[in-house]
């Protein structure tokens, strides 16, 4: 007995070990990778709410607080509604392609919802050097 070699069949001992493994750590870089997807679209979709919140109580509320000084202290009294109104609205178009991006982020996992946010940040933020091009004079 001694003498034997031992015979070692596929899937058995230190094979099934190993895979055992494999597929482990396959299932854990899988759950990260899940994680890490929910952690971009719940980080994305709250900083485009924020922004969209802001632009919603800069337009409505007429809140110049939440901007700059600098940006708005050249505003006349009578050009402010106009100027809260487009500049809102911009911060609005920003956040909601922020928003749209999260939600095609968790759906399809594409390179559309970085083409989604980058149309909307272009148009927001040309409402917004508008607005302070046009009022703060």
Known sequence: VSGRKRISTPGTGN?????????????VREIL????????????GGVGTIIAVMGWLIWKKEKLSLMHDYHVNKVSAENKTAFCRLSGIGLIVIGIGLLISAVILFVTDSAYSFLCFAVCFVVGLAMLITAGAKYNR
């Open 15 to 27: 094979q099934m070990f190993c895979q055992a493994i494999i597929d482990k750590s396959k299932f």
């Open 33 to 44: 990778d899940m994680i890490g997807k929910i952690i971009g679209v719940l980080i994305t």
